[in-house]
């Protein structure tokens, strides 16, 4: 039966055609119904259709006298009009014709027996179908000519009707396409407006971005940003149906999401049901009918996934996609924005809390000019809580003052200093003490934008404290090594003490009995300050006694609030004294003396202080001791050359009386000068201590026992000799000079004697001693082994025995040999 | 060296506590022609020169027992009998502005040349 069924039926370009107007199952409109009224009293038929024949059904737009809408092809006559485009079809007994024959409309109900059918043909010539007319009876004589051209006409005005309602369908469609562009934009532009105002946190950027798109596509009933945090998805910003999932986590697997992430390309899911990338199982839980989904890019990577979805299938089109695509651009750029600010909010932080934490003292200051445009002062802008710690100045008294208001008399320095620093532009660094508060300070002043500098700075008084507490006891160490009196020693502490310190008095005391009264030597104060020096009870100034007892300081930092002296502060006060120290100073297990600092102003006296003040006490102690120590040595030396002398002049006497009987008195009389001689060496000796002589002195200091100095002429290096060296000396010019006297050169008004001395380098350093006689009378040498003098001239000097005599006609010639190393004293 | 006679040889008052050098002293005043006065304390001394008005010149010695004995002695010597002269032997170093005016102090061990030399100066 089918095989009746005309090929055009099938046509796909009328089948497009056929579609382009819309019109399959539209509901019944009045112009096509006054139509097939108008056909059915124009050719007095029962039945009139607007009959569309589709590529397996006819569907009626309009009918009269038909119960059915559509029917199947096999029971189609009209397809049969599509065959003949210009003609109007008429067939009079259906039952007569073979295209109709075994049609089931003719073999079966409503019996249908005459058809005339008008073919609906498009400008093109496309034929959609017909206007047609049925009757239940053969009509042998069809339709009169003017019926069938009027039939053709009402055609005509059905088709005039299909393109009248596909122009209005056309128009209002274009509308609503125009009304829906603009609400994109529109949703779009607010979005993106949204975005710029917002200094919110990401999550609010997000929520305007979803809550933007779901307004441009109002199909949506749910929407989300799902962002990419490592292989999961997380659903922030979820809105509407998505609401609930707000926070959720995915694994970036198997759904649309993860391949809109990992194709990079939007992606419109139409059907969620027959999706590939959609887990069966989860379309009915996620009520999802279809989606559209955009990705969120930066660069090549994808941040994310922006998604609308619907519980309906097909609910977005390709536009939905593309102006989604639009918002993930914008979720981008949020994302960016976001990034950025967190990036300058965490910076500003990181910033803001180094220069809070900062160790250094920071300060922003600008200068201020006069009309000259001189710099006349400066204004502190900004300080760190460092600033306030180090200077001692809370930051609300500083920030917006001026460096005059705050600083006062010290103010102008560091105006001119940092006055320079913003006029060359160089920095400076410095290292200064600044006077209100006594601390020293370094740092770096650098200029900024314009007339505003900075100032970077630490305290540093401790380190210039030690520095100069450590400078004190090397300048202490080497006063104490030159000085040589307690007194001198003692005040060069003090006054070491006090400035170190930056006291105003500083004195050493002797202590009396068991801490009972001090005597305080003259003492080193301040400018301004009067001398506490003389005797004082300790207990006239409180209960301060039994640290000292102990051989602990006494450290008062406040007498008037001190337990041990607030009931006598009037009295300390009196003598200017608000804080003091007393450091023991310690003699076998007893405080017999004091390190006395005094302060005008209460002060906290600081441990390093403290052990700066013990550690000068000790010194001066060593000093002290040291010192006295020498002056017992020097009396022990006086008293000893005192008995020494004293029992030589006994011996003399003894002698002397001995050999009364003796009537020759020359042997006595040599004997005694021979004790001289040898006392006289002893004298230098004595100034040295005993260790040195100096070799001239000795000379010197014999000679002129036997003649005026001015009779010899002395001449060589002079050296310290050693004790044994100068005894040695002393007694063999003695001899030298007694026989010159007797015999040589000095026997005679002109004669001199010529001493003269060298040292011979070598392996073995020599002294020669040259002793030669002028202008005297000839000179003979002495006959036989001569007496104790000759002897002694004969064992020269140290008793080496190397003396060369030529006795020369003008006078005695003599040179005396000695090893260096035995008359020299090396000078330590 | 030239020594003139005198009828009445010239006093002597020769102030030491150690017997032995007092020994020595009066040696040295004789053979200076002189005569010797001896002394062996300070307050003996003042005794002596307080009851005799013959000594011209005093010999004392500066090492006493009490030390500053002899000086003290050679001072109020200046201050009571100022034409006495004064010859001083130490064993110490001394400081010459304490000396009394016109005194002399010679070193010990003794250098018998100029103590007799002095002695006899004095005695002229």
């Known amino acids: 039966m089918s095989s009746t069924i005309p090929p055009l039926v099938t046509d796909p370009a009328r089948l497009s055609a056929l579609d382009g107007y819309a019109i399959l199952d539209t509901p019944a409109e009045p112009g096509f119904d006054d139509i097939v009224q108008l056909a059915c009293r124009l050719c007095a038929t029962p039945v009139a259709l607007v009959s569309l024949v589709a590529g397996e059904r006819q569907w009626f737009k309009a009918r009269v006298g038909f119960p059915h809408c559509e029917t199947d092809l096999n029971s189609s006559v009209c397809a049969h009009a599509l065959a003949q485009p210009d003609d109007v079809l008429i067939i009079p007994d259906l039952t007569l014709d073979p295209r109709t024959a075994e049609n089931p409309l003719v073999t079966g109900e409503p019996f249908i027996r005459f058809y005339a059918g008008a073919p609906l043909r498009t400008a093109a010539g496309m034929v959609l179908g017909s206007l047609c007319v049925i009757d239940s009876v053969p009509r042998p004589d069809g339709l009169s000519e003017i019926q069938a051209s009027d039939l053709q006409a009402l055609a005509r005005q059905v088709m005039s009707q299909l393109e009248l309602r596909r122009a209005v369908m056309d128009r209002d469609a274009q509308r609503a396409v125009e009304a829906r562009a603009f609400h994109s934009r529109d949703a779009l532009r607010d979005t993106q407006a949204a975005l710029t105002a917002t200094t919110g946190d990401l999550d609010t950027l997000l929520q305007a971005i979803v809550s933007g798109a779901m307004r441009a596509m109002p199909a949506a009933e749910g929407g989300v940003i799902e962002l990419l945090d490592g292989t999961e998805l997380e659903y922030r910003a979820a809105q509407g149906s998505l609401a609930a999932r707000l926070g959720l986590r995915v694994p970036l697997f198997a759904s649309a999401a993860c391949h809109c992430v990992m194709s990079g390309a939007p992606y419109l899911m139409t059907d969620a049901g027959s999706d590939p990338f959609v887990k069966r199982d989860l379309v009915a839980t996620l009520q999802l009918g279809s989606a559209v989904l955009a990705p969120i890019r930066r660069g090549t990577s994808v941040l994310g996934v922006l998604k609308l979805q619907s519980p309906r299938s097909c609910a977005f089109d390709a536009r939905d996609l593309a102006l989604l695509d639009l918002f993930a651009g914008a979720a981008t750029a949020a994302l960016a924005e976001a990034a950025a600010q967190a990036e300058i909010r965490a910076q500003d932080t990181y910033w803001r809390g180094l220069f809070d934490r900062l160790n250094e003292a920071f300060q922003l200051n600008e200068v201020i000019r006069d009309d000259a445009g001189e710099i006349t002062d400066f204004r502190i802008l900004e300080i760190n809580p460092a600033w306030a710690r180090q200077i001692g100045i809370p930051a609300n008294q500083v920030v917006g003052a001026t460096a005059s208001h705050l600083f006062g008399d010290v103010a102008p320095e560091w105006i001119t200093d940092f006055g320079q620093v913003v006029e060359t532009g160089e920095a400076w660094r410095f290292t200064r003490q600044f006077a209100p508060n006594g601390n020293w300070y370094e740092g770096t002043a650098f200029k900024l934008d314009g007339d505003r500098f900075g100032v970077i700075f630490l305290d540093v008084t401790a380190r210039i404290s030690s520095e100069a507490r450590r400078t004190a006891l090397l300048s202490l160490g080497d006063q104490l090594r030159d000085l040589t009196t307690i007194a001198d020693m003692t005040h060069a502490g003090a006054e070491i003490v006090g400035r170190t310190l930056g006291a105003t008095r500083a004195g050493y005391g002797r202590v009396e009995g068991d801490v009972e009264a001090v005597i305080i030597e003259p003492d080193w104060t301040a400018p301004g300050q009067a001398s506490v020096a003389g005797r004082h009870r300790y207990d006239d100034f409180g209960n301060i006694r039994a640290s000292l007892l102990q051989g602990e300081a006494l450290v008062v930092n406040d007498v008037t609030c001190d337990p041990r002296t607030v009931a006598d502060a009037a009295r300390w006060l009196g003598f200017d004294i608000a804080a003091l120290v007393h450091m023991p100073v310690r003699e076998r297990g007893r405080t017999v003396a004091v390190f006395i600092v005094h302060d005008v102003k209460p002060r906290v006296w600081t441990t390093e202080e403290l052990a700066f003040l013990r550690n000068v006490a000790d010194r001066v102690e060593v000093g002290v001791a040291r010192v006295r120590a020498e002056e017992l040595q020097t009396v022990l030396n006086y008293e000893l050359a005192h008995r020494l002398k004293n029992t030589l002049a006994i011996v003399q006497s003894i002698a002397s009386s001995t050999l009364r009987g003796v009537t020759e008195r020359e042997p006595v009389e040599a004997f005694e000068r021979r004790v001289l001689a040898l006392s006289r060496a002893h004298d230098v000796l004595m100034q040295k201590s005993w260790t040195a002589a100096r070799m001239r002195a000795v000379m010197e200091s014999v000679l002129t026992m036997q003649a005026d100095l001015d009779r010899f002429a002395i001449d060589g290096p002079d050296l310290d000799i050693s004790p044994q060296a100068a005894l040695s000396l002393s007694l063999l010019l003695h001899e030298l000079a007694t026989n010159a006297l007797k015999y040589g050169a000095l026997s005679a008004g002109a004669g001199k004697v010529r001493i003269a001395w060298r040292t011979e380098e070598g392996s073995a350093p020599t002294l020669v001693l040259d002793w030669n006689e002028l202008g005297g009378p000839a000179v003979a040498a002495p006959s036989g082994r001569g007496g104790f003098g000759s002897k002694l001239i004969r064992m020269g000097l140290m008793g080496t025995r190397v003396a060369n005599l030529s006795y020369d006609p003008i006078g005695l010639r003599a040179e005396f040999r000695a090893p260096l190393a035995e008359i020299q004293v090396q000078v330590h | ?124």
Not at chain 2, 13 to 30: G, N, Q, T, W, Y
Not at chain 2, 53 to 60: A, E, K
Not at chain 2, 87 to 95: A, C, F, L, R, Y
Not at chain 2, 99 to 105: D, E, K, S
Request: proline share 6%; net charge negative.
């Open chain 2, 1 to 124: 060296m030239a020594q003139s006679k005198v009828p009445a040889p010239t006093q002597v008052l020769c102030v030491e506590d150690d017997p032995i050098l007092m020994l020595a002293m009066i040696e040295f005043v004789e053979n200076a022609g002189c005569e010797a006065v001896e002394a062996t304390s300070v307050a003996e001394a003042i005794g002596i020169l307080e009851t005799r008005t013959d000594i011209r010149t005093v010999f004392t010695d500066l090492d006493m027992r009490g030390s500053t004995a002899g000086m003290r002695l050679a001072v109020a010597i200046r201050d009571r009998w100022p034409p006495i002269e004064l010859v001083m032997i130490s064993s110490q170093p001394w400081d010459a502005s304490q000396i009394p005016a016109r005194g002399v102090v010679l070193g010990k061990p003794f250098d018998r040349r100029k103590i007799e030399a002095t002695i006899r100066r004095f005695a002229v």
